[in-house]
């Protein structure tokens, strides 16, 4: 049986947008605005800060892992679509293997906790 996804619905004055959790690669910040890529490169644009975002995300969610990290002032990411971290070219690259990659530059601190965050969640008690 097929498990139905879970959808993020962001409602404006102008517009309505119901997107596919798991199909959202990335958040990016643009001043008091968020961009949102998903996997399809479909990308919207929401009058929503980055923090806010992340609060409405956290709380649509309700899991104790986490889908959705901010790393650094610019971004959140879909934690499922990590392919590579490049410490020293500052680069983060999120793809599924088969049809997307996004190459987002990140600054090598974000990139360290990043890095050391996905290896204590995938170490064993």
């Keep these: 049986m097929a498990v139905s ?21 990335y958040f990016e910040a643009d001043g ?3 961009r949102i890529i998903t996997a ?3 990308k919207a644009v929401v ?3 980055l923090a806010r975002m992340l609060a ?11 889908t959705f990290a901010r790393v650094g002032k610019k971004h959140i990411i ?9 410490t020293l070219k500052q680069q983060l690259v999120l793809s599924d293997g ?5 190459t987002i530059p990140i ?10 965050i996905i290896i204590l969640s995938n170490t064993p008690a």
Excluded: G, Q
């Design 78 to 86: 879909n934690l499922n679509h990590i392919y590579s971290i490049h």
């Design 56 to 66: 409405l995300l956290n709380a649509r969610l309700c899991t104790t892992v986490p």
């Design 40 to 42: 399809n490169n479909l």
């Design 5 to 25: 996804p879970e959808y993020l619905i962001l409602n404006s004055r102008d517009e309505l947008l119901r997107i596919d959790i798991n199909s959202i690669v």
């Design 32 to 34: 008091n605005y968020t």
């Design 107 to 116: 600054s090598k601190e974000a990139l360290k906790e990043l890095k050391h």
């Design 98 to 102: 088969r049809s997307f990659a996004y």
């Design 47 to 49: 009058c929503m800060n």
